[in-house]
């Protein structure tokens, strides 16, 4: 009996244990909110988290009664909790803010109000599968550390989130906290969908590894990727910065000093004042080159706010790459070049008219140095796989050919 049953176990225990035993990244589908056009993941049984790649922590409308965890206010993880102070929100500091006992309290955020709360620390868990980059493998339940915070943080945040899952490059932020919990490495890929029909489901990764998509197998689009550095400067929120050379408009170059970052809770690009003045006219003069040199003649409409630049969607050409318009190139630290077609450049924003999806960023002056030249948004950034790598200090970015999109990963297990 036994002596037949010794073979099959052979069998289970190699297939158990396949050829290399490294870890696998964490694979989450990313849906977009058509109403706050924000990005959600879920984390864990119905939990879904807004994607914000400018956020510190992870935090979640906790169960009414949760048990605290035993985080004192000296511990390493509570330091790390608020190593980030937001402009604006009255943090008492730990042990400071009049509670009893000395446990650690953390201020989420909400990206969208800037509005902050304060909550306890406590043990959660990313429940999700791992992948090869190609399908996903197996479930796994990943031990996290998030903040709690008031029903009331969840203001202007898409209806059914609970939260927020923080994809900046801190400790406490989602991709850190898997990296240490599954040994992969302290980076994610980020693959945004455009959204707005059933079943485009983006995807990010935790833990880097390849990325295909089913319209053509074996291309892994990692190969592709072409790299800037990240920025880290002291004293700067924990976001996702590189520095930006230049923007131009089909071969008008627009100065862009400073940095840009890349930001998931600003839906359309978002041009400092002095950089979107300029670059909006070089946009308009080549398309009216454009008109000029024999192509259509683009037709301006009204205005729809934040955008300027709008028209007639039937005097534009539309191709396989979105409308014919002037192309768009930020020249990024390295000399790298991050182009956009029309597919990134213009958006259909009611029937019949599409704008140019850029804004000007509010708020800032003129030349406020301070403040980046570019917010790089989400519109912008869906289609494109991005490679956020921290231990590396690199950004990674392509465009993926106009016949595939990130929606094309196949969520399907491979059966054995
Ligand atoms: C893991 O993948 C399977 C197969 O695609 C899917 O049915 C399941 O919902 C996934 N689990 C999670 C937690 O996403
Ligand atoms: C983590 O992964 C690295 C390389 O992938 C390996 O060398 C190391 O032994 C792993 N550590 C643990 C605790 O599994
Ligand atoms: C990047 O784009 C700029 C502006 O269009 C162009 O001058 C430059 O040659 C491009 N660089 C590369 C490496 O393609
Ligand atoms: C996705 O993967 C499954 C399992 O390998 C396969 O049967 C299916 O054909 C794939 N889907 C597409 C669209 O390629």
Redesign the pocket.
């Known amino acids: 009996m036994a002596a037949r049953l010794l073979p099959l176990l052979v069998l289970a225990v190699s297939l158990a244990w396949p050829a290399s035993c490294k870890p696998l990244p964490v694979l989450v589908p990313v849906t977009k909110d058509p109403a706050t056009l924000l990005y959600t993941i879920?984390f864990h049984y119905g939990n879904d988290l807004v994607v914000d790649t400018a956020g510190p922590l992870v935090w979640s409308t906790c169960q009414p009664g949760h048990l605290p965890a035993e985080f004192p206010c000296n511990s390493d993880t509570c330091r790390k909790a608020n190593a980030f102070h937001v402009p604006g929100c009255h943090a008492p500091g730990c042990g400071r803010d009049g509670r009893k006992g000395s446990t650690c309290t953390a201020y989420p955020y909400n990206p969208v109000t800037g509005a902050c709360a304060a909550g306890d620390l406590v043990h959660t868990r990313l429940?999700?599968?791992t992948t090869d980059g190609v399908h996903?493998v197996s479930?796994v339940s990943v031990r996290a550390i998030a903040a709690c915070a008031p029903s009331s943080l969840l203001k202007s945040l898409p209806r059914g989130a609970s939260g927020v899952a923080g994809l900046a490059g801190s400790d406490l932020a989602l991709p850190a906290q898997v990296a240490s919990a599954q040994n992969v490495s302290n980076k994610f890929l980020l693959c945004l969908p455009r959204g707005g029909f059933s079943g485009d489901t983006g995807v990010a990764i935790f833990g880097g590894g390849q990325f295909q998509v089913t319209a053509q197998p074996g291309r892994d689009f990692t190969q592709e990727l072409l790299y800037t550095p990240l920025v880290t400067k002291q004293g700067m929120p924990p976001a996702h910065y590189v520095s930006i050379q230049s923007i131009a408009v089909e071969n008008t170059r627009v100065r862009a000093t400073g940095g840009a970052v890349v930001c998931t809770k600003v839906p359309f690009t978002l041009l400092r004042p002095d950089v979107y003045r300029p670059f909006v006219y070089a946009f308009a003069r080549a398309l009216t080159a454009q008109g000029a040199q024999g192509g259509p003649v683009a037709r301006r409409v009204k205005p729809v706010p934040p955008f300027e630049r709008c028209y007639d969607a039937r005097s534009l050409a539309n191709t396989r790459i979105g409308y014919l318009v002037p192309g768009v190139t930020l020249t990024l630290g390295g000399g790298k070049n991050w182009t956009m077609n029309g597919l990134s450049s213009m958006v259909d924003i009611k029937p019949g008219t599409a704008c140019l999806a850029f804004a000007r960023m509010e708020g800032v002056k003129g030349r406020d140095l301070a403040a980046p030249a570019v917010l790089i948004g989400g519109f912008q950034m869906e289609n494109t796989l991005l490679e956020f790598d921290m231990a590396k200090k690199r950004l990674g970015f392509v465009r993926l050919p106009f016949f595939t999109q990130c929606g094309h990963f196949n969520?399907?297990?491979t059966g054995y």
């Open positions: 879920p429940v999700a599968n996903p479930q969520f399907t297990k």
